[in-house]
């Protein structure tokens, strides 16, 4: 199973607006309303910030948001923040195993 | 407090065996799915394995197929994973996650609001 397709990085500045785009195929984020975003900071164990697609567990920031187009899914971050600095994951359930992680991307908040 | 804490990682040379655990606390053990998920140094997440509540049902990731076996039990609120056949690309930190449940109605997809710190893994000779 083919890791679902990131951007390495991505770069903005404080107060401003991200997208993270998350690219699969039909037989995992096009076929399925099954796709996670995970926020982890060095050293630490990532953290659930939207699930099944647009879905924000209770206490996450709603500058958090997520959507999906055919076979991409993307995570939107506005008002960008210093502490928002992290890697992000998506995942997605697959039907040829069950899941599969994106290779994760860099922000950098300038 | 809910709280996963993962032991049994170590040193082990390619061809080896290893069984990691996984101690859960602070909720009801025998409610969720449970998970692993691995995370090469430096590198992304990758889902491994999980084991429905009961230890009916288990899944694993292609990479994992036929060397790895997850198990749990409940009476310890105790997850397992037993590495067989380990091989260098088997290096990496080992996660246990909780699936994500709210309302009462947990998600389908690989989807985790708990993760313990995670226990090394390192395949060389």
């Known amino acids: 199973q083919s890791a679902l397709t990131q951007p390495a990085s991505v770069s903005g500045s404080p107060g401003q607006s991200i997208t993270i785009s998350c690219t699969g195929t039909?037989?995992?984020?096009?076929?399925?309303?099954?796709v996670s975003w995970y926020q982890q900071h060095p050293g630490k164990a990532p953290k659930l910030m939207i699930y099944?697609?647009?879905n924000r567990p209770s206490g996450v920031s709603n500058r958090f948001s997520g959507s999906k187009s055919g076979n991409t899914a993307s995570l939107t971050i506005s008002g960008l923040q210093a502490e928002d600095e992290a890697d992000y994951y998506c995942?997605?359930?697959?039907?040829?195993?069950?899941?599969?992680f994106g290779g994760g991307t860099k922000l950098t908040v300038l | 407090e809910v709280q996963l804490v993962e032991s049994g990682g170590v040193v082990v040379q390619p061809g080896g065996s290893l069984r990691l655990s996984c101690a859960a606390s602070?909720?009801?053990?025998?409610?969720?799915?449970m998970h692993w998920v691995r995370q090469a140094p430096g590198k992304g997440l990758e889902w491994v394995s999980l084991?429905?509540?009961?230890?009916?049902?288990?899944y694993y990731a292609d990479s994992v197929k036929g060397r790895f076996t997850i198990s749990r039990d409940n009476s310890k609120n105790s997850l397992y994973l037993q590495m067989n056949s380990l091989r260098t690309e088997d290096t990496a930190l080992y996660y246990c996650?909780?699936?994500?449940?709210?309302?009462?109605?947990?998600?389908?997809?690989?989807?985790?609001?708990?993760w313990g710190q995670g226990t090394l893994v390192t395949v060389s000779s």
């Open positions: 996650a909780k699936e994500y449940c709210s309302g009462g109605s947990c998600s389908d997809g690989p989807t985790f609001d708990y």
């Open positions: 602070g909720f009801t053990f025998d409610d969720y799915t």
């Open positions: 084991i429905s509540w009961d230890g009916g049902s288990t």
């Open positions: 039909s037989s995992d984020v096009g076929g399925y309303n099954y």
């Open positions: 099944d697609v647009s």
């Open positions: 995942s997605s359930y697959t039907s040829s195993s069950y899941g599969v």
